[in-house]
C-alpha cells in the first residue's frame, strides 16, 4: 500500500513496519513469475545498448524497492513496540518523508545538466551505508531513536536525490512509443516489491532483529552496481544555464504551471498519494487496536501488492482500449465508495478486500498520466519536472501519516477514510472537467 500509486521514478518512498510476517511460498512464486515476465518482454530499441540499460535500470529499482519494503515493514510498530504512539509512529514516518522535499528539487539541476548517472550511483551508495549502519548497531543491540532516526533522514535524503536524477532516464534510454510499456513494467517491479517486501521483511525479522535492514543495504549496493555498469551517460541535450541554481530548479515549475496537462497530473497524484498513505498508516493502526497478528496484516499487504501488479500491468492495454480520459475519470470517481467503506471495516479480511480492489484501479490511471508526462517535457526538464511532481505528492504523503496517527488517536480509526473520501469526490470533480487534456496529449 505505500507505493499505491505505482511510478517509473519511485515518487512515493513510504515507511512502514509490521511484526513478522511467515514467507508464503506461493506468493513468491507468483511474484517472481510476474517479475520474470516483466525482464524478459522489456522494450526493445534499434539499439541494443538502450535496451541493456533498461533492463538494468529496471533492475536497480526493483531491487532498491524490494529492499525498501523488507526494511521499512518493520519501522511504525517498532515504534509502537517500543511504547511510543501511533501519532509519534506517524510522525516519524512524516519527517522521514519531508526530508527528502526538501533535496530534490535542488538535485535534479545537476542530472538535467548531466550528472544524472554519478548523482544514482553516489546516493544508492551512500543509502546503502546508512541502512547498513543501523544493521549493525542493531545486532550489536545498542540501536537508539536518534540513531534510528538520524539514518532514516540520511537515506531519505540520499533517496530523493536519486530519485531527482533517475527521472527523465526511461525518456533517455526508451523511444517514445516504448515509454508507457516501459512506465508500466517499472510500476508492476513496485507492486511486486509490495507483495515480496513485507513477507521477506518478516520473515527476516523472526531470525534476526537486524537482517531486514541488512537487506536493505544489500539493494542499494545492488542498484548501485547497476546504475554503474549502464553503458550511456543519460545526458540529456542541455538548455543554456544561467540565472543561478534557485532559478533553474524552479524552471521546472514553470513549465508545470503553463502546461495544463502537468498541472493535473500534478494534482491527481499528489491527492492520491496522500490518500493512499493515509489509508494504510490508518489500516495499520486499526488493525493494531483490534489485536489482530502480523500474519493477517501481512495478508492485507499481499492482496494489494498482487493486485496493484496486476493494475500497472494492465494499465496500457487498458488505456488504449477503453481510453485514457474514461479509464481517468471513472477510477477516480470508484475510488470514492471503496474509501469510504474502509471506514466501516471491521477485520483484516475486510481491509484487504477492499484496499486490494483500490491497488488494482489506482494503477491504470497512474501510469498513464505519468507516461503522458513524459511526452510533454523536454529532455533538459525531465528531472526537474519530476521533482516538482514528486515535491507535491511527497509532501501529502509527508502529512498523511501525520494526520492518521492524529484522527487515529483522538477521534477514531474510521475518521482517515471518511476524510480521503471527502478529498477524492472533489477529485473526481476536477478530473471530469480536465480530463480530456490526457487525450490530447497522446
Known sequence: MPHLVARSERWLRSRSRFTPIPLSSHLFTAASCSWRNCVESLPLTSAGTSARDYRLFWWANATDALGTQASGVVLPLLLLSLGHSAQTAGLVAGLSLAAGILLGPLAAVPADRGARKTIMFWAAAVSALAMGSVALVLALGHLTLAHLLGAVLVERFATATHDAASRGTVALVCPPDDQPRAVARL???????????????????????????????????????????????????????????LREAAAGLRLVRREPLLRLVLVWIALVNGVAVALYYAAVFALERSGSGALPMGVVLAVSGATGLAGSLAAPRVAVRVGAARVLVAVTWLLVPLTAALATAAGPWTYGLLLGAVCLLVPLPAVVLQARALLVTEPSLQARVGAVLATASGGTAALAPVLAGLCADRIGTAAPALGCAALLTLLAVHTTRRAALTEAAA
Do not use: H, N, W
Open 187 to 245: 510500476a508492476a517491479a513496485d507492486q511486486g516489491a509490495l507483495i515480496l517486501g513485507p513477507a521477506l521483511g518478516g520473515a527476516a525479522y523472526q531470525l534476526s532483529r537486524a537482517l531486514p535492514f541488512l537487506a536493505d543495504a544489500l539493494s542499494y549496493a545492488v542498484a548501485a552496481c547497476c546504475v554503474r555498469g549502464m553503458r550511456a551517460e543519460l545526458k540529456a541535450p542541455a538548455e543554456p544555464t544561467g540565472g543561478g541554481l
